[in-house]
């Protein structure tokens, strides 16, 4: 898939070929990315601090920045102890190194992030996968290898098809000796449980195996990564995950800045609630075109047009219309392409009305691309919602 030229971007726009677009891409879902008080802490401390450390934290490289966010992370969490890695996927590797010591097999979903898998199979764990979200496909290999410290892995929101882990449900099937749930909370912090502390809060877990990875990358818009859980784990960690060890830490100007994003978090759930809000004014635009949904209060949508010269036509007339819906080729997904629409806090209600407008017209003015199957009365002028359009568009859906 060719990559996108983007000139520039906020979390509603992008440019592309010097032409402005109302976009719905990217995991910026509270536009903290661009919020001038992240900004601000992200210069100022670049300014006095400089870029890097040039030096792993356990040499000379830790900063008061880097023990402040893991401090301030863990206390909005819930959690006893955080640890920073250079990103999300490090932080996956930090935790299944230290893991590795105590337990010998992996129980991974089919649909998991790249980054669980590799992390594991280099760790060294014998890993085996369970059907997609099926705690009871989870329950059957680890009874047969309970005896061995098994670790279960999953996203917790599956950023390829919108679905949200059965944690309670997996913790619950762990063998009750030596054993772990690790939940990869990149797309679940930020977005769900009291606001937007994360999948494992709104599952109402507080059960000590359980440890969490995720970026600051998506939901808090800047950059790194983290393990949280256990002050003893989180202690450990530190101690035996080399690949902590042996890196440059994210640089402290960027510790700052999500510093300032959780610090935004903290003082009220306002983002969040716009999220939500405007999540839900999504799920009735999409309503009307009968096109999947992803489970209540999760901003992403993915769904694939009958076939791919028509998606391809529709995804053409949405940018001709000026708004990016992004088509993408990402393992997991309804199909090899498939669109990822994302809201964020950032669009209004009207904004995410035009996109639900232009959908239901590309659908509607591509459907001579399939095998006509009756007779169809005119396209009007869809102005918005004009309900016979409405009905029009989900009898096509639905076939
Ligand atoms: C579920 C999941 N885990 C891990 C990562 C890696 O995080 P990062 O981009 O911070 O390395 C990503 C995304 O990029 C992800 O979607």
Known sequence: MARLPIEWSSPTRIRMHARDYLAFAGCNYLGLGGHPVVIDALAQAARSMGISTTASRETTG?????????????????????????????????ALQTLALTHRVAIIDAHAHRSLRHAATAAGLHVCEFEHLSARSARWLATQHADSGVVILTDSVFAADGAVA????????????????????????CVLGRGGRGAVEAAGLTDPRVVITTTLAKGLGCYGGAVLGRRAFIDSVQQQAWVYRSSTPVPPALAEACRAA???????????????????????????????????????FTFAVS???????????????????????????????????????????????????????????????????????????????????????????LG
């Open 62 to 94: 830790n900063t008061l920045s880097h023990e402040g966010l893991e401090r301030e992370l863990a206390a909005f969490m819930g959690q006893e102890a955080a640890i920073l890695g250079a990103e999300g996927y490090t932080a996956n590797f930090m």
């Open 166 to 189: 059965p944690l309670a449900d997996l913790l619950a099937v762990l063998p009750p000796h030596r054993s772990t749930l690790l939940v990869d909370d990149c797309h679940g912090f």
């Open 307 to 397: 076939d791919e010269a028509r998606q391809q036509r529709v995804h053409e007339l949405l940018l001709e219309a000026g708004v990016f819906a992004p088509l993408i080729e990402y393992p997991g997904g309804p199909a090899p392409r498939y669109f990822r629409v994302v809201v964020n806090a950032m669009h209004t209600h009207d904004e995410i009305n035009t996109l639900g407008k232009h959908l239901l017209r590309a659908l509607d003015v591509t459907r001579d691309q399939r095998p006509a199957r009756r007779p169809r009365p005119p396209v009007e002028d869809a102005e918005m919602p004009d309900i016979r359009v409405l009905e029009r568009a989900v009898m096509e859906q």
């Open 262 to 300: 959780v610090r935004v978090l903290s003082q009220g759930d306002e983002l969040v609630q716009r999220l939500r809000s405007n999540i839900q004014v999504m799920r009735e635009v999409l309503f009307f075109t009968g096109l999947p949904m992803p489970p209540d209060g999760v901003p992403i």
